[in-house]
């Protein structure tokens, strides 16, 4: 997730100083993502010194403003017109335990699913189980909440759905032949070659 181009599209709607910022982010994303203060100002002078933003007046209790540049606003449009990538690799801490845990001797991966199963599945429970605290239920804060717990439920559905998977592959192969026994084999210093994908 973007904090610094959701501050700045927050920023294109006018001058904010940062606690303000802080209750805009959580007002446009359901509160399900919480932001420390300290990360908002870190990514405010990042941001200025990049000459995206600049910092404004003080009001009469000491709040600084900080508005968008043109910059800071061409960096909005092209962030809200260009797709998500993806990076290639997984970073996933579930799928790289689980291949470890493959190919580890003595490792009963089953229990190691069943035991991420029971988490996923508590998981999508309280998720479907959470409601809007707001005060107004067909709110435009209640859709952004409503769109992200969304995002999350499909998310966590499609975590359930992939440790099936994995535990069938894995009952298709005899356990001997997922483990792996410590290399011999001197691996060659520098970093691995790239694969051109």
């Not at 919480?34 to 405010?44: D, E, M």
């Not at 998500?84 to 229990?111: F, H, Y």
Request: proline residues 5%; charged residues 25%; contains cysteine.
């Amino acid at each position: 997730m973007s904090v610094r181009q959701s501050l700045l599209a927050i920023l294109d709607q006018g001058p904010c100083y940062g606690y303000q910022l802080r209750a805009e982010f959580d007002r446009r994303t359901g509160s399900t993502w919480p932001l420390n203060v300290g990360q908002i100002y870190n990514t405010l002078e990042r941001l200025e010194r990049d000459g995206l933003v600049e910092r404004g007046d003080a009001d009469d209790q000491g709040h600084v403003f900080w508005e968008i540049t043109d910059a800071g606003r061409a960096e909005v449009a092209t962030w809200l017109s260009s797709p998500v990538e993806r990076s290639g690799g997984t970073r996933d801490e579930l799928a790289i335990k689980l291949a470890v845990a493959a190919t580890l001797p003595g490792v009963d991966v089953t229990a190691v699913i069943q035991t991420q199963r029971r988490a996923t599945l508590a998981q999508l429970q309280e998720l479907n189980r959470a409601k809007y605290a707001g005060s107004e239920p067909d709110s435009p804060e209640e859709l952004a909440w409503s769109l992200v717990i969304d995002s999350m439920i499909f998310q966590t559905e499609a975590e359930a759905r992939w440790l099936d998977h994995t535990e069938q592959r894995l009952r298709l192969h005899p356990q001997h032949a997922l483990e792996l026994e410590l290399s011999t084999e001197r691996p060659k210093r520098g970093r691995p070659a790239k694969s051109r994908a």
